[in-house]
C-alpha cells in the first residue's frame, strides 16, 4: 500500500521561499507519476507541477518560473522548491502519485503567505 507524507510547510513572508518534501512509502517509486496540487479555502483543488516516469517535468502557469519540482528516486521522495511567494499561494499543498493507475494523496500541508 502507497502512502504519501508530505511536509516543510509553514509560515512565510512574501516574497520567501519554502521547501515541501512528499515521503512516498514502497518500493515503486520510480514507476509513479507524481505530482503536486494545492487547495485554498473556498477554491478548487489546482494542480501545479506533475513529473511523469520518463520526460519532462510540466508546470502549472501560475507557479511556473516560481516553483520546481524534483525527484530523487534513491530516497522515493519528490520535492516542490517554492520562491516568491505571494500571499496568494496559501493553501493546503498536497502531494500526489499514480502507480499503475492507482491514485494516491497526501494527506496535506500547510502552506501560509503573510507578513
Known amino acids: 500500500q502507497v502512502q504519501l507524507v508530505e511536509s516543510g510547510g509553514g509560515l512565510v513572508q512574501p516574497g520567501g521561499s519554502l521547501r515541501l518534501s512528499c515521503q512516498f512509502s514502497?518500493?515503486?517509486?520510480?514507476?509513479?507519476?507524481m505530482g503536486w496540487y494545492r487547495q485554498a479555502p473556498g477554491k478548487q483543488r489546482e494542480s501545479l507541477a506533475f513529473?511523469?516516469?520518463?520526460?519532462?517535468?510540466t508546470y502549472q502557469d501560475s507557479v511556473k518560473g516560481r516553483f520546481t519540482l524534483s525527484r530523487d528516486n534513491a530516497k522515493n521522495t519528490v520535492y516542490l522548491q517554492m520562491n516568491s511567494l505571494v500571499p496568494e499561494d496559501t493553501a493546503v499543498y498536497l502531494c500526489?502519485?499514480?502507480?499503475?493507475?492507482?491514485?494516491?494523496w497526501g494527506q496535506g500541508t500547510q502552506v501560509t503567505v503573510s507578513s
Open positions: 500526489w502519485g499514480r502507480l499503475s493507475g492507482t491514485e494516491y
Open positions: 514502497g518500493s515503486m517509486f520510480s514507476r509513479a507519476t
Open positions: 513529473s511523469p516516469i520518463t520526460g519532462t517535468i
